[in-house]
């Protein structure tokens, strides 16, 4: 990456580092010891002074799965926690959610070799074009955004219709179709139960295609000389219905709850699921897309799997997703006006993680 003098422009510095084609993993590898300028994030002066939650002061929530397709009992009483989790947190975590321990041990690795791969086998994938089956890059919106964030990240559209084999990178091509099936299941049931919490027919989400399309989304975050002045994840909150999201071991992932940035914590064999923005357009506001971020730490690389829940963008994309009829009354009148979900993500995309909520357009 070209070093700055006076003259060069912030784009220019962007460009020479997405022309590298390695990433921010090829900026740590490289062995720099300062974070290059337009990394650099300026500190809010809220965030100087506040303090931050301790785990130990609050119950970030944990939901158990185990026999809800049994026990009438226990479904409701699972209902009840998403209920007040989606419409308090926006986050809770899932244990006993049906995906085998080896398959998110392989998912991980799997997506852990996509970015330790040899660089010029890696550098075929590496694209801006988002029409491609799989795009490998460093910040979607690195020309958008007003800083670029210290992560790697290579997205792929797995459901409806999984690519074809050669379409994927042979490293983590057979654990990718094999995640995809579990993933695909486990939202099918969350999304009844999110439909049961807004005391809906156990199918009405999944009626309306909240999750027939699929994105599994693999980041990488690199060792960083200097956590404290970049961010691996910007504040921001997710375009999609649901997201669940498979995790290392390595901390860094923070919820805005009570105005205060709270630790994830780490659950062995638990997964996060997090509300997206368009389900807090169709729940009216009963459910919140929380704003997150990710920090990053000098210790060690982290990988993350975001499996994004949405429509099928081929075959619905005129279709209007607005406040749901059945949740709107005379007391509770539409806060949304109706949006493809196209438009959503192209407003979400083009205005980029600048902070800023992208539902502020749609508020009525």
């Known amino acids: ?81 998403v209920r007040a989790a989606s419409g308090t947190w926006g986050f809770f975590q899932v244990v006993n959610h049906g995906i085998p321990g080896s398959v998110m041990q392989e998912m991980v690795s799997g997506a852990r070799g996509f970015y330790e791969q040899d660089d010029e086998e890696k550098k075929k994938w590496y694209t801006r074009d988002v029409g491609k089956s799989v795009v490998y890059n460093s910040n979607f919106d690195l020309y958008n955004a007003p800083t670029a964030n210290w992560r790697d990240t290579f997205f792929c559209q797995v459901a409806p219709n999984f690519p074809s084999p050669e379409e994927l990178p042979a490293v983590c091509r057979d654990i990718m179709s094999e995640f995809t099936k579990h993933v695909l299941k486990l939202g099918s049931t969350l999304f009844q139960l999110l439909s049961e919490a807004l005391g809906l027919k156990p199918n009405h989400l999944e009626d309306m295609k909240c999750g027939k399309g699929l994105a599994l989304l693999c980041h990488y975050y690199p060792v960083c000389p200097e956590p404290d002045l970049t961010l691996g994840t910007t504040q921001h909150a997710d375009s999609d219905f649901l997201t669940i999201l498979l995790n290392e071991q390595v901390n860094g992932l923070q919820v805005l709850y009570q105005n205060q940035w709270v630790d994830v914590p780490h659950v062995p064999g638990a997964l996060v699921v997090n509300i997206g923005d368009l389900l807090q357009l169709v729940s009216n506001d009963k459910f919140i897309s929380a704003e997150h971020r990710v920090l990053v730490n000098n210790i060690g690389s982290r990988v993350s799997v975001a499996c994004f829940l949405r429509s099928d963008l081929t075959t619905s994309a005129e279709h209007l997703y607005g406040p749901i009829e059945e949740l709107l009354s005379g007391e509770n009148p539409p806060k949304y006006r109706a949006t493809t979900e196209k438009d959503y993500i192209t407003h979400y995309n083009t205005k980029g993680l600048d902070g800023n909520s992208a539902l502020t357009l749609f508020r009525i």
């Open 1 to 81: 990456m070209a070093k700055p003098n006076h003259h060069t422009t912030t784009n220019e510095l962007k460009k020479a580092f997405d022309d590298t084609k390695t990433g921010v993993k090829g900026l740590a590898d490289s062995g720099i010891t300062k974070v290059p300028p337009i990394f650099i994030h300026p500190k809010p002066d809220s965030e100087k002074t506040q303090t931050r939650f301790t785990n130990s002061q609050l119950n970030f929530p944990l939901i158990d799965l185990k026999n809800i397709h049994e026990d009438p009992i226990r479904r409701a009483e699972v209902v009840d926690q």
